[in-house]
């Protein structure tokens, strides 16, 4: 059985940071490249990040470029997102995503607050 | 950077057809992706490739990708389809994933 599970969500500050991490099973981990999703509340679904399965690429969106940056541990199966200077809009249940069509799996996702 | 318009929302009686479309510019000469979510729930994905089905997809589902607009057709449609569908493309020209602002599928 695929699992993909998120941690590290919280209640942060504006201004603070937080690393998500997504551990995944039941797939071959170096095969896929590795997504964050974002959904922020009552909202649709917004690409954060994405690294290539051998983690020599990223790419991300314009609204967190330069604040987010994402990483993957092979050996451990784990993708990670480091999240800084966190904002308001910034809130939003993040979710990890492997993506190899047809294959493709989601986690269920870690909710990040950024609030005073 | 490259935008995905899809409806806010459509409604469909049950047994009738469903037809969620997705504009985006040449949007034809990409690979759409189509996915499924339902309320508390994980994406799922419904069809991709513009008109392939992930194995455990019912035939209901459909694609197909012309021009400036793909489109998710479900055919006979059922209660249990409502849900919030969203189409993705990856661009090449920015490296990035695109998603579409969503459609909210009712059925009546």
């Known amino acids: 059985e695929v699992q993909l599970v998120e941690s590290g969500g919280g209640l942060v500050q504006p201004g603070g940071s937080l690393t998500l991490s997504c551990a995944a099973s039941g797939i071959t981990f170096n095969t896929y490249w590795m997504l964050w999703v974002r959904q922020g509340p009552g909202k649709g679904l917004e690409w954060v990040s994405l690294i290539k399965s051998d983690g020599s690429s990223t790419s991300y969106a314009d609204s967190v470029k330069g604040r987010f940056t994402i990483s993957r541990d092979n050996g451990k199966n784990t993708l990670y997102l480091q999240m800084k200077s966190l904002t308001a809009e910034d809130t939003a249940v993040y979710l990890c995503?492997?993506?190899?069509?047809?294959?493709?799996?989601w986690g269920q996702g870690t909710l990040v607050t950024v609030s005073s | 950077s490259y935008v995905l318009t899809q409806p806010p929302s459509v409604s469909v009686a049950p047994g009738q057809t469903a037809r969620i479309t997705c504009g985006g510019n040449?949007?034809?000469?990409?690979?759409v992706h189509w996915y499924q979510q339902k309320p508390g729930q994980a994406p799922v994905l419904v069809v991709y490739d513009d008109s392939d089905r992930p194995s455990g997809i019912p035939e209901r589902f459909s694609g197909s990708n012309s021009g400036n607009t793909a489109t998710l057709t479900i055919s006979r449609v059922e209660a249990g389809d409502e849900a919030d569908y969203f189409c993705q493309v990856w661009d090449s020209s920015s490296d990035h994933v695109i998603f579409g602002g969503g459609t909210k599928l009712t059925v009546l």
């Open positions: 040449n949007i034809g000469s990409k690979s």
């Open positions: 995503a492997a993506r190899g069509y047809p294959d493709d799996y």
